[in-house]
């Protein structure tokens, strides 16, 4: 398990955004892993808000091999590094206005 809760599986988010986050994950995983399809299977499902079949997810992914889990995890929080980036230049811009 990890020292802290990331993308989906992270505490305090909407629906909306939790699906958000399955949405890139799993399409990052159809290019990364893309040999785990249990994996990508329970993101889908995920996608309808079956918080069991999340904690599947969470499971499978740490499955992963360590080198495809590596690139996935990295290309993931770059994703998410860039989204929050753009979103607080957003909020910047409309608090000037």
Do not use: C
Not at 47 to 69: H, T, W, Y
């Amino acid at each position: 398990m990890y020292a802290f809760a990331f993308g989906p599986w992270a505490e305090r988010i909407d629906l909306y955004e939790r699906v958000a986050r399955l949405r890139a994950l799993r399409a990052l995983a159809n290019v990364l892993a893309h040999n785990q399809t249990e994996f990508r299977a329970a993101l889908a499902i995920a996608e309808n808000g079956d918080d069991d079949v999340l904690a599947v997810a969470l499971e499978l992914f740490e499955q992963i091999p360590a080198l495809p889990r590596r690139k996935l995890l990295a290309s993931y929080s770059e994703l998410d590094r860039d989204t929050n980036q753009t979103i607080n230049a957003l909020r910047a811009i409309a608090s000037e206005m």
